[in-house]
């Protein structure tokens, strides 16, 4: 998972248990822009905002699903079929424990569209 998606995931999983913090979408998308605070999340932010002043988005979509494809655009893995075949070739156990290791192994295969047999040759 790359760190745009863990941020994502992230504040998803914050605004879902916590939904009392927020009265209503705005609150959610500077909630989350809050957060970006630093060099190309800041720059993000501050795009994102003249954005959002400039264009009027219609009301059958929801804005904070606007941000989240934008902040996806902006900071995720553009191909992740490649990367996770990258990341299946490359694995090594290393120092982590088997458990881990296999944990990471099924994370990367599920994104790589390796059939079953190619899977087995790449798990080491």
């Known amino acids: 998972m790359t760190g745009c998606e863990a941020f994502i995931n992230a504040c998803q999983i914050y605004i879902a248990v916590k939904p ?52 996806y655009q902006a900071f995720g893995d553009p191909n992740k079929q490649a990367t996770a075949i990258l990341e299946l070739t490359t694995m090594k156990q290393g120092a982590k424990s088997a458990e881990e290791h296999i944990q990471c192994f099924k994370q990367a295969y599920g994104h790589s569209g390796y059939q079953e047999t190619a899977g087995i040759h790449e798990l080491k």
């Open 20 to 71: 009392q913090d927020f009265g209503n979408v705005t609150a959610k998308i500077m909630w989350i822009l809050l957060y970006m605070q630093t060099g190309m999340a800041q720059q993000f932010r501050n795009s994102f905002l003249v954005l959002c002043n400039h264009q009027n988005t219609k009301q059958s979509v929801d804005p904070i699903e606007i941000l989240y494809r934008n902040i």
